[in-house]
Every structure is written in C-alpha cells, then in structure tokens.
C-alpha cells in the first residue's frame, strides 16, 4: 500500500459504478490540481482496467468490492487496484499483433496495451486471495 492515499474508492463489479469512478476521480484531480490531460489519461486507464474487471474478472454473479487508491508524490501518480477476481497478470497477457489486419486478428488485447503505454510502470501481484495492480505515471508540473 502507498504510504499516503490521497484518496480510496471502492466500488462494485457493476458496469453502474463506473460513472462513481469518473466522479471520483475528478474530484481527486481536483484536490491534486491534476492537469486536463493527466485527468483524462487517468479516467481512460482505469475505465479500461475496472471494465475489463467487471466483465470478466469474476466467475459468479455474486457482488465483489474493486478497491482504488490513488495518490500524488513528488510529480508521480501512483494508483492501486485491488480485486477478488480470479487470479489474472495482465502482464503476462500475450500483446496483440499490431502487423495483422484488424479482421484477421484476435479480439481483445488492445485495451491492456493501451494501459502498458499509457503508464510509466505497471506491477502485478496475487496477494492472497486477490489482485493488486500498481500503475505508476509522472504527470506534468500541478497546477491548472
């Protein structure tokens, strides 16, 4: 865990709870001072992880809690996902290729690329029984 969260959400693994997502994180921007952009990158990547979480992350029907923490230090974003899902690295996930036409290739992939670019530093670790996912990005200087 950071040692200092600025900010924790929990939500449920209903696609409903992306809008608290959204909510949330435009207030933490707000409290940061994030940049638009670095707004925007943030709601994008963490759309991509909590959706693809909900939708296939679970085995059951059953409500689950998906924690979030984010924090801001020294010019570096830090965020956390925490699940009970089935155990998945999204860094072990095979990378889509790019080199192929779109129609001949397998769906999906793209999405986890996108986050593996969009970050300076993902980390995966199965703790316990759950998930723990740590994304790392330096953000421009705060500061509207």
Same mark, same amino acid.
């Given at each position: 865990?950071?040692?200092?969260?600025?900010?924790?959400?929990?939500?449920?693994?209903?696609? $409903?709870?992306?809008?608290?997502?959204?909510?949330?994180?435009?207030?933490?921007? $707000?409290?940061?001072?994030?940049?638009?952009?670095?707004?925007?990158?943030?709601?994008?990547?963490?759309?991509?992880?909590?959706?693809?979480?909900?939708?296939? $992350?679970?085995?059951?029907?059953?409500?689950?809690?998906?924690?979030?923490?984010?924090?801001?230090?020294?010019?570096?974003?830090?965020?956390?996902?925490?699940?009970?899902?089935?155990?998945?690295?999204?860094?072990?996930?095979?990378?889509?290729?790019?080199?192929?036409?779109?129609?001949?290739?397998?769906?999906? $992939?793209?999405?986890?690329?996108?986050?593996?670019?969009?970050?300076?530093?993902?980390?995966?670790?199965?703790?316990?029984?759950?998930?723990?996912?740590?994304?790392?990005?330096?953000?421009?200087?705060?500061?509207?």
């Amino acid at each position: 865990m950071f040692e200092r969260t600025h900010m924790r959400l929990e939500l449920r693994n209903r696609l $409903g709870d992306l809008a608290r997502l959204e909510r949330g994180l435009a207030r933490f921007a $707000g409290e940061q001072t994030l940049a638009p952009r670095d707004l925007h990158s943030l709601n994008l990547v963490l759309d991509e992880i909590v959706t693809n979480l909900i939708e296939h $992350g679970y085995d059951d029907d059953a409500e689950h809690v998906i924690e979030i923490r984010l924090a801001l230090s020294d010019g570096e974003l830090l965020v956390e996902v925490e699940d009970d899902g089935r155990p998945f690295d999204p860094l072990a996930a095979s990378a889509p290729e790019l080199g192929t036409a779109p129609s001949e290739r397998p769906i999906g $992939g793209l999405g986890l690329l996108f986050v593996r670019r969009s970050v300076d530093a993902i980390e995966h670790r199965r703790v316990g029984e759950r998930n723990l996912l740590r994304l790392r990005k330096r953000i421009a200087a705060r500061g509207r």
